[in-house]
């Protein structure tokens, strides 16, 4: 089965604060992603990896930005945490199209 | 714009019925076509996939594709309580595995 992981279920971090939100996955996967999942407007892609430190903006970058050192890790970065950025964000990895979702951290930012 | 549209919703159904979800997509470049499951809180869940069109079956589970019409379709067969979810239909495109979701259809099975 596999298996991708999230740092954290739920985190809280007041505004202008630093957040690392970690991604691992055990499947060997090349691709990896990073969503936000808001009521009424569904996934959107932040950034996306298809390796090791390739990284490629998604349809909502600006805020974000992302690391992917080792094929298994992929950590999306928020550089100075702001009210707005308050949802759940969910990791993915694939090797073909089918992706594969972690459990999703429920950010507030406060 | 590539869009994925599906009807909100709540749908639905009695136990035992036949559900019908449906979803439409605007690119006509779009080659692969899932369905995801997710319940309240928890993250998105893959039941099915298909590439080809017709009909594609697993188990209670049967996903349609017409790309002429560009539509997809999940059938549940005998629902259950246990299907109420919000169901998430997503197209690809081949390019890097990325996907494009619709805002899903949330399913009610009543007793």
């Known amino acids: 089965d596999v298996k991708v992981t999230q740092s954290s279920r739920y985190l809280v971090k007041r505004t202008g604060e630093k957040v690392f939100l970690e991604c691992v996955q055990d499947?060997?996967?090349?691709?990896m992603f990073w969503y936000r999942q808001d009521p009424g407007l569904g996934l959107r892609l932040i950034y996306f990896?298809?390796?090791?430190?390739?990284?490629e903006k998604g349809d909502i970058p600006e805020g974000y930005s992302v690391s992917r050192e080792k094929k298994e890790r992929f950590s999306l970065i928020l550089e100075s945490a702001s009210t707005n950025q308050t949802s759940m964000y969910l990791c993915?990895?694939?090797?073909?199209?089918?992706?594969?979702f972690g459990p999703g951290t429920r950010l507030t930012v406060t | 714009q590539k869009e994925v549209e599906q009807n909100s919703g709540p749908l639905s159904v009695p136990e035992g019925a036949i559900a019908s979800l449906n979803c439409t997509y605007s690119?006509?470049?779009?080659?692969?076509f899932f369905w995801y499951r997710q319940y309240s809180g928890k993250s998105p869940e893959l039941i099915m996939f298909?590439?080809?069109?017709g009909d594609k079956e697993d188990g209670r589970f049967t996903a349609q594709l017409n790309k002429a019409s560009q539509y997809v379709s999940l059938l549940i067969r005998d629902s259950q309580p246990s299907d109420s979810a919000t169901y998430l239909c997503?197209?690809?495109?081949?390019?890097?595995?990325?996907?494009?979701f619709g805002t899903g259809t949330r399913l009610q099975v009543t007793l």
């Open positions: 993915a990895s694939s090797f073909s199209d089918s992706q594969y």
């Open positions: 499947m060997d996967h090349e691709n």
């Open positions: 990896s298809y390796d090791v430190k390739m990284k």
């Open positions: 690119d006509r470049g779009s080659q692969s």
């Open positions: 298909i590439y080809s069109n």
């Open positions: 997503a197209a690809g495109t081949g390019t890097a595995s990325k996907l494009t």
